[in-house]
T-cell receptor
Framework: GAVVSQHPSWVICKSGTSVKIECRSL??????MFWYRQFPKQSLMLMAT?????????EQGVEKDKFLINHASLTLSTLTVTSAHPEDSSFYIC??????????????FGSGTQLSVL | GEDVEQSLFLSVREGDSSVINCTYT??????LYWYKQEPGAGLQLLTY?????DMKQDQRLTVLLNKKDKHLSLRIADTQTGDSAIYFC???????????FGSGTRLSIRP
């Protein structure tokens, strides 16, 4: 199957700093990428959907100025958590789908990034 | 509204079959998925089914779809210790172009 690389896999930062998480599709062109957040023992919460070259669509309740998403190329999307606070600590997962009429037949996930804000 | 529901826990004996159930709300959904998540890892796509299908089988996995009742199930035959994980049901909401996940079912295997 297709490979989606996400890094870093784990990051610890001080409160007030910004953290950038990268999501790359290694062997296919990802026209759409999704960013999810997962709290311990809970499901994935969709944060935003990004299409290459356009602004991300954020879900209700997700602060777009807090979670900056950039999808500048067909193989790379980034999520920047700005001025991180302890409540932003979570597991962040990206996923990507390719182009084509059945592009959502398969959605490939990165391995996730555990963010811990002290 | 958008909702996908599944039970939180399932415990089965090694070698038995596991059946994980899921209900969804969007009758216009086109794709339904089952994902597996092992501790500290991302999600692995196990299988998916297109909404015009009733059943899909892939080795030890069988997916059954009841569109009338909006019910999806995943059956794992001959469950092994390596099947211990959290299994997420997900639905593609075509009206909103997004995929919504259930809460996940934690499958544990008894010897």
């Amino acid at each position: 199957g297709a490979v989606v690389s996400q890094h870093p896999s784990w990051v610890i930062c001080k409160s007030g700093t910004s953290v950038k998480i990268e999501c790359r599709s290694l062997d296919f062109q990802a026209t759409t990428m999704f960013w999810y957040r997962q709290f311990p023992k809970q499901s994935l919460m969709l944060m935003a959907t990004s299409n290459e070259g356009s602004k991300a669509t954020y879900e209700q309740g997700v602060e777009k100025d807090k979670f900056l998403i950039n999808h500048a190329s067909l193989t790379l999307s980034t999520l920047t958590v700005t001025s991180a606070h302890p409540e932003d600590s979570s597991f962040y997962i990206c996923s990507a789908s390719g182009s084509g009429s059945h592009f959502l037949e398969k959605l490939f996930f990165g391995s996730g990034t555990q963010l811990s804000v002290l | 509204g958008e909702d996908v529901e599944q039970s939180l826990f399932l415990s089965v004996r090694e070698g038995d079959s596991s059946v994980i159930n899921c209900t969804y709300t969007d009758s216009s959904s086109t794709y339904l998925y089952w994902y597996k998540q092992e501790p500290g890892a991302g999600l692995q796509l196990l299988t998916y089914i297109f909404s015009n299908m009733d059943m899909k089988q892939d080795q030890r996995l069988t997916v059954l779809l009841n569109k009338k009742d909006k019910h999806l199930s995943l059956r794992i035959a001959d469950t092994q210790t390596g099947d211990s994980a959290i299994y997420f049901c997900a639905e593609y909401y075509s009206s909103a172009s997004k995929i919504i996940f259930g809460s996940g079912t934690r499958l544990s295997i008894r010897p």
